[in-house]
């Protein structure tokens, strides 16, 4: 692997364990109200400052990377579970059931993706559940067609043809033969998802669809910080930061990884 | 019979286009169907919402046979079709106005803004690209390709409030948002372009550095061709193709109104009215905009793809052989 994807992997690892250790490391209660030190600037107390509610940011955006960070990965396993699945059974049954199935994979991304999430989740009492299903509910279709294309290849592989001549049952070659051929292709994939998914859960955080106050998002932060910007710019600074610099890593992530495994993602 | 008529007279290419074009109503036979499904689980009842809440049951009954919602789904969605041919997306909640005349209304704002975004991210993309392909694996390559990473993981909402507060608050060189003249476009145009210039620099490159390695290349070298002309026709026509492509599917996106870059600049689009239907929870305007906001993003790919056929003559070719 690349130099920058190892990097990028470190800083993924490090921004983890902040979050998963947020209750330990902040030193505040992400919630709690602090009417006398309302707005302060990045200082001692509060290394990032604090918000129009005297809530420290600090504590804030590591709690609000644990929520941004598990919705990602959570909605990136899902749709790769389902991509995954609906891959290899169109891929290897081809036929009409293939056609079909593609038709509908071209429908949903067909959608601009960030309208049909937009859709979704207003159907759904929003909530952190809400955002993952939307962001799932589109994601699984690009994950689909890159598997059906490697299945199509993979089914004139000799070791197919060996294993349906020594009679195999059809789930057994789908899930013992293919399944695990796929996997690395499904994991390069979902770390190029991975980026787009973060900001995409910040999005729809900041239309108000994700995680509801006083729970800290970095998209909610930014969203209710935004009429601030004149007087406490940092309240919008530090989470955009935190998104930026997540989804940046993932992308180098998911570049290196592609570059290493050799795979080509397009078409 | 007059598709008879272009089928038997026309070309390849018009096979190619009808061919796109018939593939278009399946799709969005299945796009409404989404649409409507979506509109059908939506929380509240509609007969109510026209109704009212303290409705006899004789009327609940009547107007629910009015607007035939005791007919069978099927025919329920085909009744759903054909009130959005006729442009009729329903009243907004909260103005009761119609939500296509609102749509019509804002569709210029947001047609301006696309093509103001555009008018910068080609331009810079496409030079970046080529900066970046042509000094490969050099620093300028390296700084430009990390460039294009980082702009591809910016999320817009917060790089446009970074940008306001920079050009707008700071150096008060322009207005930090409202809908208006020239001067009120250019911050709304940067931010929605940024992403845009991220992409198309890294498929410009990979598009060049592709041509370049192609054995036509070797051989026009080989014949001595000076090295505009090699450029020129050889390798700026063949990798300009994949470029087309994410033009378009960028202009899409801004079409179907940039809802965080309109929201953020208060640029009166099809965005804001998407974001304030969301707010609102205003489910007419909110389903209005994803309908139309779909059906001009398919629209714009079929531009594309018929764009396609005349950029890349294998289209051409391939149509004239089956």
Known sequence: MKKTGKYALGVLVFLSLFSLFAPLISGYDPDAINLDSIKEPPGFDHILGTDNKGRDIFSRVLHGGRISLSIALIAACISMGIGLLVGLYSGYVGGRTDTFIMGLVDLVLSFPALLLAIGISILLPPGIYTVMISIASVGWASFARIIRGNVLILKEAAFIEAAMAAGCSKPRILFVHLLPQCIPLSLVMMGLKLGGYILTEASLSFLGLGAQPPVATWGAMISSSRVYITSAAWMVIAPGIMIAVTALCFNILGDALRDRYGIRTEN | ?322
């Not at chain 2, 929380?43 to 303290?54: F, I, K, N, S, T």
């Not at chain 2, 009243?91 to 609102?102: G, P, Q």
């Not at chain 2, 993003?297 to 004239?320: G, H, T, W």
């Open chain 2, 1 to 322: 019979m007059t598709v008879l008529i272009c089928l038997k007279t026309g070309g390849p290419i018009k096979t190619y286009i009808l061919k796109k074009i018939i593939l278009m109503f399946p799709l969005l036979a299945g796009i409404t169907f989404i649409t409507f499904t979506l509109t059908k689980a939506l929380p509240g009842d509609p007969v109510l919402g026209m109704a009212g809440e303290r409705a006899s049951p004789e009327v609940i009954e009547k107007i629910r046979k009015e607007i035939g919602a005791d007919r069978g789904i099927i025919k329920q969605y085909f009744g759903y079709v054909s009130l959005i041919i006729r442009g009729e997306f329903g009243r907004s909640y909260y103005t009761n106005r119609k939500v296509f005349e609102d749509l019509s209304l804002k569709f210029p704002n947001t047609l301006k803004l696309a093509f103001a975004s555009l008018f910068i991210a080609v331009p810079a993309g496409l030079l970046c690209g080529f900066l970046s392909a042509y000094n490969r694996d050099t620093a300028t390559d390296r700084i430009l390709s990390s460039l294009s990473v980082a702009g591809l993981s910016l999320p817009v909402f917060w790089s446009g409030l970074i940008i306001m507060l920079l050009l707008s608050l700071q150096l008060k060189i322009f207005p930090p948002s409202g809908t208006g003249d020239m001067r009120f476009l250019v911050l709304p145009a940067i931010t929605l372009s940024l992403p845009a210039i991220a992409t198309l620099t890294r498929i410009t490159r990979t598009s060049l550095l592709e041509v370049f390695d192609m054995p036509y290349i070797t051989t026009a070298r080989a014949k001595g061709i000076p090295w505009i002309k090699l450029h020129l026709i050889h390798v700026f026509k063949n990798s300009l193709i994949p470029v087309i492509t994410v033009i378009g599917l960028d202009f899409g996106s801004y079409m179907n109104g940039a809802v965080l870059t309109e929201t953020i600049f208060g640029w009166d689009g099809i965005g804001r009215f998407t974001m304030e239907g969301i707010m609102k929870r205003d489910y007419p305007v909110i389903m209005g905009c994803i309908i139309a906001g779909t059906i001009i993003f398919v629209m714009i790919n079929l531009v594309v793809d018929i764009l396609y056929c005349y950029a890349d003559p294998r289209i051409r070719v391939y149509e004239k052989n089956r």
